[in-house]
Structures are given as structure tokens and as C-alpha cells.
């Protein structure tokens, strides 16, 4: 498995953006992208030579992210790409991991499978077995 993406949860996706721009010299190229399970909007954003770095603002008080982002927001996940989500997630949870979502189809990734994991050491893990991102901005 390598990390995929590292993801943030924000306020704003909009004040996000122009944060990790003005800060990190990072640039968005995926449009907003609504996922509906987890009550969340997402952008993606890239710089050369750098991990990807995902921004989640929740959409309202019932997203499982609402009271983090309210606090201020932070690192949320590292994610993972593996070769097949369902068998990792099975691995992990033989491993004693505590499956926080199985897998389902995940907007952000063109409804390819997601899952995410707590992996402990206060790490929250996402899985993708694609290299699909939806919505991707062309310059």
C-alpha cells in the first residue's frame, strides 16, 4: 500500500483553497464534489512533486465531521491505495482494526469502492483501490 492523498477537514472549502495556495503553493484540480454518504463536500488539490491533498468541508450539523470542523479542523485521514478494498479492509479488521465505514461506492472517486479504518496511534485511514478522481479541472 502507498498514501494516496492526505485529507483535511476545513471550515471552507473555498477559504481552504485559497489557504493551501497562499500557504503551500498547492492548486485545485478536481471541481467540488458533493458525497452524499458522508455528508461532506470535497476538493482536491496538487502541486508538483508533493502528495495530493484532499479538503472536506462538512455540509451540515448531522455531517460525521461538523464538530471538527467547527473546532477549527485538522488532519482527518491518510489515504491508501491497495489493491483490492474489501480484502484489505478484511485484513485489517482480522488485525484487530476498527472498521469505521466498509466499503461503498465514494463520489470523490467516481463511485469506486472507498473504507475507511481507525488504525490506532489516533490515525484514521481511507482506503481506494483506483486511481480515478472525479471531476478533475483541465487548465
Avoid at 463536500?41 to 450539523?61: A, G, R
Avoid at 470523490?108 to 485511514?125: M, R, W
Avoid at 480515478?132 to 479541472?137: L, P, R, V
Wanted: proline share 4%; net charge neutral.
Amino acid at each position: 500500500m502507498n498514501i494516496d492523498h492526505i485529507g483535511i477537514v476545513v471550515k471552507s472549502l473555498r477559504d481552504g483553497v485559497e489557504h493551501w495556495h497562499k500557504v503551500f503553493g498547492y492548486k485545485q484540480f478536481t471541481r467540488e464534489v458533493l458525497n452524499t454518504r458522508q455528508k461532506v463536500k470535497v476538493v482536491f488539490l496538487h502541486k508538483e512533486n508533493s502528495l495530493p491533498v484532499k479538503l472536506i468541508e462538512p455540509l451540515d450539523t448531522e455531517s460525521p465531521i461538523y464538530r471538527f470542523a467547527k473546532r477549527g479542523g485538522g488532519l482527518h485521514h491518510l489515504c491508501f491505495k491497495c489493491d483490492n478494498v474489501n480484502e484489505e479492509l478484511e485484513r485489517m479488521q482480522t488485525l484487530g482494526l476498527r472498521i469505521l465505514a466498509p466499503a461503498q461506492p465514494g463520489e470523490a472517486f467516481d463511485n469506486e469502492n472507498i473504507g475507511f479504518v481507525f488504525a490506532g496511534q489516533g490515525l484514521n485511514v481511507e482506503l481506494i483501490d483506483t486511481e480515478k478522481k472525479a471531476e478533475i479541472i483541465t487548465y
